[in-house]
């Protein structure tokens, strides 16, 4: 008779389950909020040279004398 193969819980699993048993609820989300500012910050930034790149590539206006 075969068994059933045992389930290994992930490493986010386990991770969050030791949080919740840590750490409050407020600090968790607390620093969830905070993890997901840092990631916005992240994108702005990489908006931001995408944009200064192709300012840098497009001709500038055209003077006039």
């Known amino acids: 008779m075969q068994t ?3 389930t290994i819980p992930s490493i ?3 991770l969050r389950a030791v ?7 407020g600090q968790r989300t607390a620093r969830r ?3 997901t500012s840092v ?5 702005r ?4 040279t995408e944009a200064q790149r192709a300012m ?5 206006p055209a ?3």
């Open 4 to 6: 059933a193969p045992a």
């Open 12 to 14: 986010t699993g386990a």
């Open 19 to 25: 949080e919740t048993l840590l750490i409050g609820r």
């Open 33 to 35: 909020n905070a993890w």
């Open 39 to 43: 990631l916005e910050d992240r994108r």
């Open 45 to 48: 930034a990489e908006d931001r």
């Open 56 to 60: 840098e590539r497009s001709p500038g």
């Open 63 to 65: 003077r006039t004398s």
